[in-house]
């Protein structure tokens, strides 16, 4: 990486600005490596960086030059990672509350995180905040209600889908801009879900089926179909972990009988399936990953949260107020929670 480096004209001050920031990453994951406490959190705030830089080195066509970024190996014998996963216990986890935000959530009731950042929309404004909860920067949001959203690691930007399109934004600048994949549809997506180079989108016009992205020169390139459900059957939500699986919520249209479905991203192959109990028919219903590789259900209607292994058993079910509407896991030890009336943060235990 450094030789590719060096190779560029060291008169142009773009580039030397990248070297430094390079540097700089390089810098801190040896030291992180020396020291062995290196985080989950970190290295994917390394990777997300990384991949910042690459993409505004693609968008340079007066530069007449590549850059390989070889992947990070580590040698178990030289790093260990202490307890980079905390096992989650719902009881224990929701019992007290760390922090709490207000808001208004009326036309958003989604929100996601990357490594830095929770995304959520508040009284027409589209917000970041950290960890603690504290507003970074926020931005007027006028494209209708938000369905979806999700973080991509390849765009750099958070992906939105709202009634009028797909949208993306950017962190840095709070640019807001429309999304786009290739072959251009018009289509009403509905749900969406990212993971490293790949993208996952439903649509109100193919309710039954998830259609595949993959990150290619600079926009995602649809490379498949997967039907995923009978005729009486549609999607309600989907949500990709870390250890690369997809999870789905289905609704069967005949009983209104729901169930969760995982898959393996690589070939859609159905891991296992378990019933979540579910029988209300006007109702939403999302699931958050875990980094235990479990899974949060957030049953909006009748105040519930569930709790499911990572072998596909429900351990656990518990009522939860306010009203909960939304849950993501901001990093190894935090759970956050949209509810009608704020954002809560619990440590998760």
């Known amino acids: ?82 307890k980079t996963n905390v096992s989650f216990r719902l009881q224990s986890t929701v019992h007290s509350v760390l922090k709490t935000q207000a808001v208004s959530s009326d036309e958003c009731i989604v929100m996601t995180n990357n490594s830095r950042y929770l995304l959520f929309g508040n009284q027409g404004n589209l917000c970041l905040c950290d960890k603690n909860l504290i507003m970074i920067k926020q931005t007027p949001w006028i494209h209708g209600c938000i369905r979806d959203m999700c973080y991509s690691n390849a765009l750099a930007r958070f992906i939105l889908l709202a009634e009028n399109g797909m949208f993306t934004l950017n962190e840095e600048t709070m640019n807001i801009e429309e999304g786009k994949v290739s072959p251009k549809a018009k289509q009403s997506w509905r749900c969406c879900a990212s993971t490293n180079q790949r993208l996952f989108l439903t649509s109100g016009e193919s309710h039954r089926v998830v259609q595949e992205y993959v990150y290619v020169e600079d926009a995602y390139s649809r490379k498949r179909k997967h039907l995923c459900c009978t005729q009486n059957e ?16 289905i609704l069967n249209d005949s009983d209104n009988e729901r169930r969760l479905d995982l898959r393996s991203i690589e070939d859609f192959h159905q891991l296992w399936t378990i019933s979540l109990q579910i029988h209300k028919k006007v109702n939403i219903i999302s699931c958050c990953a875990l980094n235990d590789k479990s899974w949060l259900i957030v049953n909006l209607a009748e105040n519930l949260l569930i709790h499911v292994t990572a072998q596909g058993e429900i351990k656990q079910t518990k009522s939860y107020h306010p009203s909960p509407q939304y849950a993501v896991q901001f990093d190894n030890k ?9 954002i809560r943060l619990h440590e998760i235990q």
């Open 334 to 342: 935090l759970l956050t929670i949209l509810t009608d009336q704020s």
């Open 1 to 82: 990486m450094s030789r590719e480096l060096d190779s560029l004209d060291t008169q142009d001050a773009e580039s030397n600005e990248y070297r430094r920031m390079i540097k700089s990453i390089q810098a801190k994951l040896i030291e992180s490596i020396r020291e062995q406490d290196a985080t989950q959190e970190q290295i994917q705030s390394f990777k997300e960086t990384i991949s910042k830089i690459q993409r505004e080195l693609s968008q340079r066509p007066h530069v007449d030059f590549q850059l390989n970024l070889p992947p990070l190996i580590f040698d178990n014998n030289f790093i260990q990672i202490e």
């Open 234 to 249: 549609y999607i309600e939500h989907i949500k990709c972990s870390n250890d690369d699986k997809l999870a789905l919520i």
